[in-house]
């Protein structure tokens, strides 16, 4: 799936790539037509300093092109096999999982010449390098950082970050960073005593952290689907199945290995350079330097309940009762995350299911038998005194350890095929617990999923909630609005390239302007989580960070005053302008 979300753009750390297909004139990043461009001698160069690690890039869809020099049916048809699959992307120097963020410039064809993302006339466009990178530094040591960033700033080069590419067009490929050392006494230099920890190099991904920690019978916070990787997620915010309770990701974060743009390498944490160990912490990892590594939290296996919700709409009931039944269920959710109760639900309607429906999967940790049971009272009541409106059922399953559970995951999840856009908010806890019960019901039918599919072959949109939020305050770049809010709601809509770009426009219009202002409008205060978001999104620098922008731009400034690293809707994006083709150019500025 590729989502036109933060999620689609450069977050994530990783392989230092050198964008090379921009338009070079005056203010902008130089090309490879001009003549500022470094000569073929030059990159050799570059690669020869960093032991043989410049790739130049082919895009993995190519072997499908019988007009390009690498066409071979036989590894298009692995291509088209694994394009689904976040685990081939994440693992390729070039590839995204997102690839609406490279033009769609060259993805995999069937022979009759339809993409597969379902454009028919993809054999016909053809492939080309589009928004891709034209080299890829793969980088094992901070060398290799350092060296590219002095080749990209002398020959003013565009230099974006990438690791999993889950985040985007990104580039800087840190992703064999997989170094592990686990701390059973680590000690953080503002602290007393000592704590379990574990340093991680910037390419781990989720399951791979899992998987290190329970060697240590241990844990880390992580997200919700194994690809990710851990830096861009934690850096940005991040939330997961363990963050209600241990911390956000960005909370998680003790220390951190930092390359600057100048090229310096540094240690970052509450004693030393805290400026920037602040602004990582929240303010996203990919614009104030390239991170190598992170030491993160640790804290003993636990154990964990699973609690398990279903409600379906009975036939008859509209849209209007079944929104009005889901904000009542809504204003119960603050009492259960005080009590340790977090999870992940989401909303559907017809085609994908029969009727408005709702599931969602719900944690515990540590607790004793029968405390699901107990906390979840009050839901399953209001639930029993509405079986005329709906039909509802409850699981609760005790899991011994949380690597048990992590065990039972998915390993990569479905990408690259549909194209998604959506809106999102923070929603505070005053607007589910107070008293206008009615704005927030009518706010969830206007975005969530209609009771009848729509006839114009416009796809119905999901609606989904994250209740994984701590509230304990951390002093980091976190958009303090997260401290106060009990959900975050997503509503998705999702299509793909067979759908008539006029049909694509509504959808964009609709989910930018109406769906996404009718979020404000519920809870105009409040903000957005960067890397789920539209990334269209009004404002962002107000909906992201909050109050903590001011001093997030003053440190890019600081560190990064030439905008060396740049990504969209990062700290300091505002002064430059990526065109269709990924040039990069900076702003006018009159003054």
């Known amino acids: 799936m590729t989502f036109l979300t933060k999620m689609g753009f450069p977050y994530v750390l990783g392989a230092v790539a050198l964008m090379t297909n921009l338009v070079a004139a005056q203010d902008c990043k130089c090309s490879p037509s001009e003549a500022c461009w470094p000569s073929i001698s030059e990159w050799d160069s570059l690669n020869d300093t960093i032991s043989g690690h410049l790739i130049r890039s082919v895009p993995p869809g190519s072997v499908c092109y019988p007009a390009q020099p690498n066409y071979n049916a036989e590894a298009c048809n692995l291509v088209l096999a694994s394009w689904n699959s976040s ?78 590419g889950h985040n985007g067009s990104g580039r800087i490929w840190t992703h064999n960073l997989k170094q592990f050392q686990f701390h059973d006494n680590f000690k953080s230099c503002n602290t007393i005593g000592t704590q379990l920890a574990a340093t991680i190099g910037a390419g781990m991904q989720d399951g791979e952290l899992f998987e290190a920690m329970a060697a240590h019978n241990a844990i880390g916070v992580g997200g919700t689907n194994k690809d990710v990787g851990v830096v861009g997620w934690a850096t940005g915010g991040g939330h997961g199945f363990m963050t209600g309770v241990y911390g956000m990701g960005a909370d998680n974060i003790l220390e951190a290995t930092i390359i600057t743009p100048d090229g310096t390498l540094l240690t970052a944490n509450a ?47 509209s849209a209007s009762a079944w929104y009005n039944l889901i904000a009542r269920v809504h204003t119960l959710l603050p009492q259960l995350q005080d009590q340790g109760f977090h999870g992940y639900y989401s909303l559907i309607g017809p085609p994908a299911a029969d009727t408005l429906t709702l599931g969602g999967s719900f944690f515990l940790w540590n607790a004793t038998n029968g405390t699901a049971e107990r906390i979840t009272a009050p839901v399953q009541a209001l639930l029993a005194a509405a079986n005329d409106t709906v039909t509802s059922s409850t699981f609760s399953l005790y899991i011994p350890t949380f690597d048990s559970l992590v065990q ?49 072959g416009t796809p119905n949109p999901s609606l989904s909630g994250t209740m994984t939020i701590s509230k304990k305050p951390v002093d980091n770049a976190l958009n303090p609005a997260w401290r ?6 997503i509503t998705t809509q999702t299509w793909d390239d067979s759908l008539a770009k006029a049909q694509v426009k509504q959808i964009l219009d609709d989910m930018t302007y109406s769906k996404l202002n009718a979020l404000r409008e519920l809870d105009p205060g409040s903000g957005a989580y960067l890397n789920e978001a539209n990334p269209f999104e009004p404002g962002w620098q107000w909906s992201f960070f909050g109050p903590n922008y001011a001093r997030l731009r003053q440190i890019k400034d600081k560190y990064d005053p030439d905008g060396t690293l740049w990504c969209p809707q990062c700290v300091g994006s505002e002064d430059w302008a990526q065109q269709e083709d990924g040039a990069l150019c900076r702003v006018y500025q009159p003054f």
């Open 484 to 489: 106060d809010a009990a959900i975050h709601l």
């Open 408 to 456: 039972a995951l998915p390993s990569t999840e479905h990408v690259g095929t549909v194209t998604s856009i959506a809106s999102s908010r923070l929603i505070s806890r005053g607007v589910l617990m107070g008293d206008n019960q009615t704005l927030f019901a009518q706010t969830l039918e206007k975005i969530g999923p209609a009771a009848v599919a729509p006839s114009d």
């Open 87 to 164: 685990a081939f992307h994440s693992s390729d120097p070039i590839s995204i999982d997102s690839p609406v963020w490279a033009n769609n410039s060259c993805n995999p064809i069937y022979p009759n010449g339809t993409s597969v993302a379902g454009d028919p006339n993809a054999g016909e466009t053809g492939c080309s390098i589009g928004a891709y990178p034209v080299y890829v530094v793969n980088t094992t040591e901070a060398n290799d950082v350092q060296v590219a960033l002095k080749f990209a700033k002398k020959w003013n080069v565009r230099l974006n970050i990438k690791n999993t």
């Open 271 to 317: 004693c030393k350079n805290a400026d920037i160990f602040w602004a990582i912490r929240g303010g996203g990892g990919g614009t104030f330097g390239i991170i190598l590594s992170l030491t993160v939290m640790a804290y003993p296996m636990p154990s964990v309940t699973l609690w398990g919700l279903s409600i379906a709409a009975k036939n008859g009931t």
